[in-house]
């Protein structure tokens, strides 16, 4: 059977001048050899196993890494061309939707003149794909200066948890198409994967794969069954994606148009309501589907960075103290946990900083090249899930100008001591600490946190009242100043003498976007702080909720109203920039699509746009006079 050489990429991902990192997915492993075009000058490299690590997820896909370090520095601010030569044949050949011209190329700027941000890309979300903004963007950039220098994806590039039946019925014939591997499965009513995809329970019913203990009953509330969340958003984990497999076709199928090309998809069994709820499904999907090539051409011309947020694992992951033990107490959904986790590690978190993973890939390399036939071996899957739930290193800097600082929310929570259930704090001392000294005597930075540092007060207030109630799950009750530890510890150290004077704060996760110019009360000197959230790329906050939220935050939290002072940020003046093309007194505007900064030589932001899915002009976030 036919299968293209490269299924997915290549992937621009950490570039630096004597250092350049792409990721793709090939259904073997390949020969390849990268050709750079530097300012009229040829220069090819042969991607042996000092340039391009691979591993296998399955008979036909292999995933590799290539990280070529340079001896010679390339130069900053002009167009690198380059190519990847697999057999003698380019990307002209195998993958010509990728291109603008006869190549693809990308720009090392100098510093971080401009950037694009967004979180949040759901596949069958009505919303359009905010990729396909930058895909514009890139097309009508005809000089350095109007190219961004990097695209940031905050966190929800997958949504493990929340995936439509016609993706998971596409998700399972590629699986069987590459053959990516089996595994077993402990504590699930299925023994195995090949018996999970098969069952009567696989669409629309996940939750039944629990055995019928009432020990069980908290986790199939919490984790299989969906959290309905009538305030915020209606989530569901109706077709929660479970195994290794699964979240990598899930990764091939969101990021390439070329997995889509080798199956043909058949709605399986269902009621008629599902077959409904298909349907419905289905006509998102496939406009997600025709989007993709746009989506991939963006990938392949801008340095991507990511970090993950809860969706790229499951729901209100870390939520709370409880949520752990329920969750990890538990193997079946410890290692859905995990494989989501291992599938981000080798899709997401290992192009941002190589250098990070050493031990773990080694891991990985023993468990996807030693398997039994095509099965995963159950006791080296278990180890290195565990390592991998143990691991910190997740957060990264880039050494850009500004700083580039990206932070782990997730994996490092300060928990509650005294209430289980309550929500942990976003990061703990010890990172809060290691934050600190990170930005210690820059004189700007901008920092990616998932979730804003600055959020809607009403929002905030409202979260926190269904936290004393004991129902954070119902609210996503996770923003910075929902632990008090974790709020002081971050406003101090914007409060330090020797961080930055100038914090831009780029953030996603709540599907509406907003700018905050926040300052410190009766302090001259600074910093400056800039909160600015664009939310989602393939999602939206429900429209008349929103509208009202925004409505009764203005009145009830105006600069002169009494409840600021029961806010944890008392001592900031927070001031929000008015969407120009919003209706009178709207602060948060809600449309899917891309969030797009420009800094000045301060690393301060001098324009703030957010760029329209929908095709409408963009919108910039204008400072009040």
């Known amino acids: 059977m036919f299968q293209p050489a490269v299924l997915a990429g290549p992937l621009l991902r950490r570039l630096e001048p004597q250092r350049l990192v792409l990721w793709l997915v090939g ?5 390849l050899t990268l050709r750079l075009h530097v300012i009229g000058q ?40 380059y190519d990847l030569l697999i057999d003698g044949s380019g990307i002209a050949e195998w993958a010509p939707h990728l291109l603008y011209g006869a190549t693809p190329n990308f ?38 200066a109007e190219r961004p220098a990097l695209l940031m994806m905050s ?64 986790l199939r509330e919490r984790f299989f069954g969906g959290v309905k969340k009538p305030i915020f958003t209606s989530s569901t984990a109706d077709n929660h994606l479970v195994t290794f497999a699964e979240v990598i076709a899930m990764y091939l199928l969101v990021w390439s148009p070329t997995p889509w090309t080798l199956i043909t998809l058949e709605p399986p069994q269902l009621s008629v309501e599902e077959q409904q709820r298909y349907a419905r499904e289905q006509v998102q999907v496939e406009r997600f589907r025709d989007g ?64 990070a993973f050493g031990e773990l890939l080694g891991q990985v390399q023993a468990l996807t090249t030693e398997t039994q036939g095509n099965h995963l071996d159950a006791n080296k899957q278990d180890a290195l899930l565990e390592a991998l739930l143990k691991f910190q290193h997740w957060h990264y ?75 954070p799950l119902l609210v996503d009750a996770e923003n910075w100043m929902a632990h008090r530890g974790a709020a002081q510890v971050i406003l ?9 004077g100038n914090y831009v704060i780029l953030s996603g996760d709540v599907h509406y976007s907003f700018v905050y110019e926040v300052l410190i009360r009766h302090r001259n000197a600074g910093p400056k702080i800039w ?29 002169r109203s009494p409840l600021n002072w029961f806010t944890r940020r008392r001592t900031m003046q927070v001031v929000p920039h008015i969407p120009e093309h919003a209706e009178a007194g709207e602060r948060l505007w809600n449309s899917a699509g891309i969030g797009q900064v420009f800094f000045n030589e301060q690393g301060q932001p001098e324009a703030i746009y957010q760029h329209n899915a929908d095709g409408t002009p963009r919108t910039r976030m204008v400072a009040p006079q």
């Open 27 to 31: 259904s073997r492993q390949l020969s």
């Open 42 to 81: 040829p220069l090819e490299i042969v991607l042996d196993q000092d340039h391009c690590e691979v591993v296998p997820v399955g008979r036909h896909a292999f995933i590799h890494l290539i990280d070529v370090r340079l001896d010679e520095a390339l130069p900053q601010d002009v167009v690198i061309g």
């Open 107 to 144: 720009i090392l700027h100098s510093r971080i003149h401009q950037l694009v941000h967004g979180s949040c890309r759901k596949p069958h979300h009505r919303a359009d794909e905010g990729l396909l903004c930058v895909d514009r963007l890139l097309a009508s950039a005809h000089t350095p």
């Open 155 to 218: 966190g929800d590039q997958i949504y493990a948890d929340d995936v439509a039946g016609p993706m998971l019925r596409a998700i399972h014939a590629l699986i069987e198409r590459l053959g990516l591997f089996d595994e077993s499965l402990d504590g699930a009513v299925v023994e195995d994967s090949s018996s999970l995809y098969g069952h009567r329970a696989s669409y629309y019913h996940r939750a039944d794969l629990l055995p019928a203990l009432d020990s069980n009953k908290t």
């Open 292 to 355: 993709l090539p746009g989506a991939a051409r963006v990938f392949a011309h801008l340095s991507t960075l990511m970090i993950f947020d809860d969706h790229d694992i499951t729901d209100d992951w870390n939520l709370s103290a409880q949520w752990e033990e329920t969750a990890y107490g538990h193997p079946f959904s410890k290692r859905i946990i995990g494989n989501a986790l291992l599938a981000y590690l080798l899709c997401q978190g290992w192009g941002n900083q190589p250098d």
């Open 397 to 471: 800097v880039l050494p850009t100008t500004p700083a580039l600082v990206v932070l782990d929310t997730r994996t490092r929570r300060w928990r509650s001591e005294f209430n289980l259930t309550q929500p942990s704090g976003l990061l703990d001392w010890e990172a809060l600490s290691e934050l600190q000294q990170a930005l210690l005597d820059h004189p700007s930075a901008i920092i990616v946190s998932p979730a804003p540092i600055f959020g809607v007060k009403l929002i905030e207030t409202i979260q926190k009242v269904f936290s004393w109630c004991g129902y």
């Open 492 to 500: 101090n150290i914007f409060r330090h003498s020797r961080t930055p």
């Open 531 to 559: 909160q600015i959230t664009s939310s989602g790329i393939k999602n939206e906050f429900p429209p008349r909720l929103l509208e009202w939220f925004d409505r009764l935050n203005r009145w009830l939290y105006s600069p």
